[in-house]
């Protein structure tokens, strides 16, 4: 589990796309106490750590992983957004993410307010409704609250602080960046469906 707040930005520096891809990522981060097997969120997309060094980690993605995300769009020189996943004690900082991205919204206006920016995001119409004002939604890894929604399109307000310290700020209109909905309105969906069911 992750809480959706970035600690360090990394970058792609090899990418073998044999069978199940296999990516280096070079971090800020002091790695050797990274554990094998351990869970990482680049750009929100949870990641299995297979192999470590110094200032490194690696993780594999199968094909599912690389046809859902944007994954398939990483290149060596690509920059992530990290998070190391939650440990007990951690402070809940954003919201509970689980790092398993449910499709890709993609970017339609940023404009500058004072000394934020609001972005506009298109989400795919299978996911929009459980978009909601006021709620939670997972960008790139990103935890951010929702200000407005219109139909299939909804907008955020990034902080100047969120606007430098995330890959965020490098997006360009028509970017398309990993989507994930909050949990909670992901299980009162199904919760909802499964009553209508039943009556």
């Not at 296999?22 to 790695?31: D, E, F, H």
């Not at 920016?117 to 989400?123: D, E, G, S, Y």
Request: proline share 2%.
């Amino acid at each position: 589990m992750f809480t959706g707040i970035i600690t360090a930005i990394g970058t792609v520096t090899d990418l073998q796309k044999q069978g199940d891809w296999q990516l280096r990522i070079q971090t800020p981060w002091a790695c050797g106490d990274i554990a094998l097997g351990a869970s990482i969120a680049c750009s929100g997309i949870c990641l299995t750590v297979t192999e470590t060094g110094d200032d490194w980690f690696a993780v594999a993605a199968s094909q599912e992983t690389i046809d859902v995300t944007t994954l398939h769009q990483w290149e060596v020189g690509t920059s992530l957004n990290l998070e190391r996943a939650l440990a007990m004690g951690d402070e809940l900082g954003g919201h509970i993410v689980s790092g398993h991205v449910d499709g890709m919204a993609t970017l339609q206006s940023v404009q500058s307010e004072n000394d934020s920016h609001r972005l506009q995001f298109k989400a795919p119409s299978h996911l929009s409704p459980f978009i909601a004002a006021k709620g939670s939604v997972t960008l790139d890894g990103i935890s951010l609250t929702v200000n407005d929604v219109s139909g299939d399109v909804f907008g955020v307000n990034i902080i100047e602080h969120t606007w430098t310290h995330t890959t965020l700020s490098a997006r360009q209109v028509g970017d398309r960046v990993n989507l994930e909905i909050d949990m909670l309105a992901r299980y009162m969906a199904r919760l909802l469906e499964t009553q209508k069911g039943t009556e």
